[in-house]
């Protein structure tokens, strides 16, 4: 070896090697900037800062809220109302000064409790520990209601219903968005096809619900190949453009279909779901008739939403199988790399057609409950808006998280028809404060504040789908997003 | 000795014939011919550019090239005529008694892997960050067990058939990393490991799809001697107990001589040099292609060039 002129692994240069040692010996120790020490009280300090913070706003509100103009007889009116004016600065000048003082200049960090906490309980399934509490609850949700909440009854239960539809829908699209790493804005096109598979068949061929809802997830899934098919060389933003046109396709073919889908009119008459034949409604051979008890409207509340929760366990129940199987572990290796994929034999082609199809069948069987729960469908009720709420839900709740699905779900569409009741808040803005005015504002705005706290969603750890002595999560900084995020 | 040179021709597992790929008016490969001998550990050297990732992106169906054939004879029994047979029948490959053989050019590169079964790694590392140690290998293991899980269909429902081959798919995945010492990293994510335990861990996971012919892009770049002296023992292993023959870019000199059974040297996508470590090393096409000749040596080392390039012709791989 050492006759030959190759330059070998040895030969490092030694000069350049001794020189950086000997630049880090002599930085070691001392940092490079020391800051001043500070020469106020904390309390001097923060006042100081509040103060600073006051006279900004003073400035900058002073033509909004100090003066007021108004159209009066011969031109504008000018009007002073500096109490509003007032009233603003001392809003910043006290959240400003509590800020500074408990906050930013505290010596114990603010999240030292929460810190304890974590550290507490990380010997602890946490996750597993709510999801059982969670299911609970959701299996008694109607008898909890009807025992302590019996006024409101027939509203919270409608309202769960509803949450649970779109916690399937986001478990659905968790498949293709946060385990297969594709990003799909058109969900709601699956959704759609469910819905009118399921109310055409009820319609025209007089199916039931039960028969018709395997074959609407079957045609959705079918539509999923469809459009797996033209987006499967696509990366990133192409992606995700053709998938929202793709939804808006299908929309706006229902829209002008007029002969085939009843168009803007939508169809009426879908059918109830029927438990083994016995409907829900009054006389004989309804399920109150057969049992012997008496007819009461909420029974059908209560079967239609064990209903849904059968149908989006069944999902979280295929999923989390199916993440444990080569196909689920495929579709995290795509999202992670997709070349590598490829080098280990595996074809990308199938990998994306199964996610595509199996969150599409999952949206096309949501779609069929949502057609014999209203009992009219029209394309006005699947918009783009659908599509984003059900991606915003699965983004804010951790891509590839089912439990972070749930708790987005209740958050956001729980937090907007809470919103919708918050008449507390006119005590604080006066009488003539509406809050359903104000709800998307105060709800973008807690988007916004949860993705700042939590850009990687609320449950951002992956855990991993085989162990071999002990199961650690895994940090969302280590995760891929995969294509078009 | 003779016997050893004599296996890259006498009985090879991968013929690259007439190779050419063109990038628009760029020639990346010019009329590369070579021969990879099966249970052999070859090495492709090169400078900079001299086309050796493009002609692993060939053979392992990354790019198509624009001319040549790349055969690959899964066992020794593989005749010439079968080859050709198969080459004029338009089809990608043949598997039958007396022998498969799989013209890599026509094939996808997923089905070289699934099929063929050629391996690679890459010269910049693609892991599978966020999944563990342990995923990564059995993603490698994904067409396994995708037949013994019935198309998903079976594993949904638990079958034992299933559960069986998954227990195998995870011993033969802990196999391979107690030998790259790597078992006790196996519930780590792949992304938080070192550089070179990410190194050996795209190996194995190479290995993890049973592979007749592993090609390693740079194995040893950025690995420190001793982690270099590591792979070279596990290069050897793999090439004495596994049967996998290896063909392996690679710039360090210092494993590149030791382990090559077989070197072949590239420079602006020719082959300037075919044999032996012994004899590459003392090559003086190989010498000027690395280092350069003085202003006043010019003519000489082309004279001698000239002298050589005639006399490799006739002798072909007898040195």
Known sequence: ?????????????????????????????????????????????????????????????????????????????????????????????????????????????????????????????????????????????????????????????????????????????????????????????????????????????????????????????????????????????????????????????????????????????????????????????????????????????????????????????????????????????????????????????????????????????????????????????????????????????????????????????????????????????????????????????????????????????????????AKKKIGADLVAQGEGH | MLKQNRNWTDNPILSVEHLTMRFGGLVAIDDLSFDVGRGDITALIGPNGAGKTTVFNCVTGFYKPTEGRIALRRDQHATDEALHELTRSGRQYSETDKGSIFLLERMTDFRITEVAGVARTFQNIRLFGGMTVLENLLVAQHNKLMRASGLTIGGLLGLPGYRRAADAAKDTAIEWLRRVDLLDRADDPAADLPYGAQRRLEIVRALCTDPVLLCLDEPAAGLNPRESTELNTLLKYIRDEHGVSVLLIEHDMGVVMEISDHIIVLDYGKKISDGTAAAVRSDPKVIAAYLGVDDEEVDDVERDLNVKTGHDATAGGSL
């Not at chain 1, 706003?57 to 007889?73: E, G, N, P």
């Not at chain 1, 919270?156 to 498949?175: A, E, H, K, P, Q």
């Not at chain 1, 795509?334 to 070349?339: A, K």
């Open chain 1, 1 to 469: 070896m050492a006759e030959t002129n190759f330059p070998t692994a040895t030969a490092y240069p030694e000069g350049a090697e001794r020189l950086s040692e000997e630049q880090r010996e002599a930085m070691r120790g001392e940092p490079p900037f020391a800051e001043a020490p500070p020469t106020d009280s904390r309390l001097v300090r923060a006042l100081k800062e509040a103060g600073i913070t006051a006279g900004l706003i003073a400035v900058l509100t002073v033509f909004f809220f100090a003066f007021k103009t108004d159209i009066a007889a011969g031109g504008l009116a000018l009007t002073a109302d500096p109490i509003q004016w007032i009233v603003w600065i001392a809003i910043a000048f006290v959240g400003r000064f509590v800020l500074s003082y408990l906050v930013f200049a505290n010596d114990k960090p603010t999240v030292g409790g929460w810190k304890k906490i974590t550290a507490a309980t990380a010997g602890w399934p946490v996750g597993k520990v709510i999801g059982a509490i969670l299911l609970l609850v959701a299996l008694t949700l109607p008898f909890l209601l009807s025992t302590f909440l019996p006024s409101q009854n027939r509203y919270l239960l409608d309202l769960s219903i509803l949450i649970l539809t779109y916690v399937m829908l986001g478990w659905g699209l968790n498949i293709v968005v946060g385990l297969a790493g594709l990003l799909d804005l058109g969900y709601v096109a699956f959704y759609a096809v469910g819905a009118y598979s399921f109310a055409l068949l009820a319609t025209n061929f007089d199916l039931g619900f039960w028969v018709c809802l395997p074959m609407a997830g079957l045609f959705a899934a079918l539509w999923g190949v469809m459009l797996g098919f033209p987006v499967l060389r696509l990366r990133g933003d192409y992606l995700a453009i053709v998938t929202l046109a793709f939804g808006e396709i299908i929309r706006v073919v229902l829209l002008n279909w007029a002969n085939f889908t009843g168009g803007p009119n939508g169809i009426l008459g879908i059918p109830k779901p029927t438990l083994f034949g016995l409907e829900f409604n009054r006389g004989a051979g309804s399920f109150s008739d057969f049992f012997g008890i008496p007819y009461s409207p909420i029974q059908r509340f209560i079967f239609l939403y064990y209903i849904i929760l059968a149908l989006a366990l069944l999902t979280n129940f295929v999923t989390m199988r199916m993440r444990k199987l080569p196909v689920g572990r495929a579709w995290e290796a795509l999202r992670e790399d997709e070349i590598a994929c490829r080098s280990l034999g595996i074809n990308t082609v199938n990998v994306k057609l199964t996610a595509f199809a199996t969150g599409a069948m999952f949206g096309g069987f949501a779609g069929s409950f949502f057609a014999t729960r209203q009992g009219f469908i029209s394309p006005e009720s699947f918009t783009f808006i659908e599509s984003a709420i059900i991606l915003a839900i699965v983004v804010l709740g951790g891509l590839g998280s089912q439990l972070g699905v749930v708790i987005a779900s209740v958050v956001m569409i729980g937090g907007i028809e809470l919103l919708r009741n918050l008449t507390g808040l006119q005590a604080i803005f006066g009488a003539g404060f509406d809050p359903t005015e104000y709800r998307m504002l105060i709800f973008g705005l807690a988007m916004v504040l949860i993705m700042v706290w939590k850009p990687r969603g609320l449950v951002s750890t992956r855990s991993p789908s085989a162990i071999y002595k």
